[in-house]
């Protein structure tokens, strides 16, 4: 089993930044592809961004490209999403998730094997 962990949601200004941290535990040694979605009221979850085992490869969704960057450290199980240029239409909550095994290709697609339990971002225009 994995546990997943979030962080560092908030209330922010449109314009602002905000840091999202995930920390996982249990059972680290077989986690593969990592990401974030979120879900926003009345709207469905959608994918946000993910990264490869290695932290080398990242995919974003269009509306947060060049705006938000995934980053990971394995030696701490934590990942990261660093979030610039916030827009109202991101306020939602923020989930991580995970894929375990021992696959070396990146495959971002669902399904994930591990949710956390989120996390709210807010940014008021």
């Known amino acids: 089993q994995v546990q997943l962990v979030e962080s560092g949601g908030g209330l922010v200004q449109a314009g602002g930044s905000l840091r999202l941290s995930c920390a996982a535990s249990?059972?680290?040694?077989?986690?593969?592809?990592m990401g974030w979605f979120r879900q926003a009221p009345r709207k469905e979850r959608e994918f946000v961004a993910a990264i490869s085992r290695s932290g080398t490869n990242t995919y974003y969704a269009d509306s947060v490209k060049g705006r938000f960057t995934f980053s990971r450290d394995n030696a701490k199980n934590m990942v990261y999403l660093q979030m610039n240029s916030l827009k109202p239409e991101d306020t939602a909550v923020y989930y991580c998730?995970?894929?375990?095994?021992?696959?070396?290709?990146?495959?971002?697609?669902?399904?994930?094997?591990?949710w956390g339990q989120g996390t709210q971002v807010t940014v008021s225009s």
């Open positions: 998730v995970a894929k375990v095994g021992n696959s070396g290709s990146f495959d971002y697609r669902p399904p994930y094997d591990y």
């Open positions: 249990g059972r680290t040694f077989s986690l593969n592809v």
